[in-house]
C-alpha cells in the first residue's frame, strides 16, 4: 500500500514557516543589516585611519617607509580582528569563554605556528633596528638585490638581472645583512697588475689621468692608487676611488676596459705566469746532448 501525506500535518508544517517568517524574518533582516553596516563603518574607519598614519608616519624623522608599511599592516589587521568581534558579540555569542580559552588556544596556535610567529617577531625586529629601507640594496646570505617591499611575513627582493626574490623575515632576520646603500658614498675596490719591469710611477699617473675624466668620481675623500702586493710574477696596485651607490658599476667596468687600453697605447707591459728554471752545467750538456741525438 503506498503511504500518503496527511494533508493536517503537511498544512501545518507550512505554517510553522510562515509564522516564523512572519515573526523573525524582520528581525533576521535588521541583524544582517546590521552586521553589512558594521562592515561597512569599519572599513571606512579602517581606511581613514590607514590614511592618517600615512601622513603622521610621513613627516615623522624617526620612522622610515619601511617602518611605517609594517605598522600600518599591523595596525590595519588587529583593526579587523575587532570589528570581527563586534560582528561575534551582535550575533549574540557570549565571548567571555572565547576569551577565556584563549590562554590554551594561544599556546596550541603558538606550538602549530612557530615559524609564522617567528616571522612575525623577526619581522617585528627588523622594523625596530632598521637595518635597511625600501630601495637599499642589500647582500642577505647568499643573495642580494634591492629592498622592494616587506610586510609581516616576508622581504622581497628585486635582483640586478630583474628575479623576484622572496625571503621569510626569519630567515633576513637570522643571516648577516649587508647594506650597500647605507651610505651617501661608497669606496670602489678595483685591483691593477703590472710587470716588475714597468715603470710603477708612470703606471699610477695613467690610473689619476684616467679618474680624472670621471664625473662620478668624488674628490673628497681623494682616490687612492698605492702598490698593495708584490706576487710572483707582478706588481699589484690597489686602486681605490669614491662614488655615489648609483655610481658604482658604471664606474668598475669602464675603468676595466679604458686602463687596458691606455696600458697598451702607453707600453705598461701586464703580467703572465712566469718560471725560470735553472739546470746545473751536467744537465745542461746532457739535453743539448740528447737534441742532438
Known amino acids: ?11 501545518s508544517f507550512f505554517q510553522s514557516i510562515q509564522n516564523w517568517f512572519d515573526e523573525r524574518l524582520l528581525t533576521v533582516l535588521i541583524e544582517v ?9 569599519g572599513k571606512i574607519l579602517i581606511v581613514i585611519l590607514k590614511r592618517i598614519l600615512r ?11 619601511l617602518m ?49 610567529l617567528g616571522n612575525l617577531l623577526s619581522g617585528v625586529m627588523i622594523v625596530l633596528n632598521s637595518p635597511f629601507r625600501i630601495g637599499d640594496y642589500v647582500e642577505v646570505g647568499s643573495l642580494s638585490g ?16 630583474n628575479k623576484r626574490v622572496i625571503l621569510a623575515n ?26 716588475y719591469d714597468a715603470d710603477v710611477g708612470k703606471a699610477k699617473q695613467i690610473i689619476r689621468d684616467i679618474l680624472a675624466t670621471y664625473p662620478e668620481i668624488l674628490t673628497d675623500p681623494a682616490p687612492v692608487i698605492e702598490v698593495n702586493k708584490l706576487n710572483n710574477s707582478s706588481v699589484d696596485l690597489v686602486v681605490r676611488p669614491w662614488t655615489k651607490p648609483a655610481d658604482y658599476w658604471s664606474v668598475y667596468f669602464r675603468f676595466q676596459q679604458e686602463i687596458l687600453e691606455k696600458f697598451r697605447e702607453e707600453g705598461i ?25
Open 55 to 65: 601622513h603622521a608616519f610621513s613627516k615623522s624623522k624617526k620612522i622610515n617607509e
Open 170 to 195: 626569519k630567515l633576513v632576520w637570522g643571516n648577516a645583512i649587508v647594506n650597500y646603500s647605507f651610505t651617501e658614498n661608497r669606496r670602489v675596490e678595483m685591483g691593477v697588475s703590472i710587470a
Open 68 to 116: 611605517a608599511k609594517f605598522l600600518i599592516k599591523v595596525i590595519s589587521t588587529v583593526s579587523w580582528i575587532l570589528v570581527l568581534l563586534i560582528i561575534i558579540d551582535r550575533l549574540g555569542v557570549n565571548l567571555a569563554p572565547i576569551i577565556a580559552g584563549l590562554g590554551i588556544t594561544g599556546f596550541i596556535l603558538g606550538f602549530a605556528f612557530q615559524e609564522t
Open 146 to 161: 634591492t629592498v622592494r617591499e616587506m610586510d609581516m611575513m616576508c622581504v622581497t627582493l628585486a635582483t640586478p638581472d
Open 269 to 293: 707591459s701586464k703580467p703572465f705566469p712566469q718560471i725560470d728554471v735553472h739546470f746545473p752545467d751536467g744537465s745542461r750538456t746532457f739535453l743539448a746532448d740528447s737534441e742532438s741525438k
Open 33 to 41: 543589516a546590521a552586521i553589512v553596516l558594521i562592515l561597512i563603518i
Open 1 to 11: 500500500m503506498e503511504a500518503t501525506a496527511d494533508p493536517a500535518k503537511t498544512n
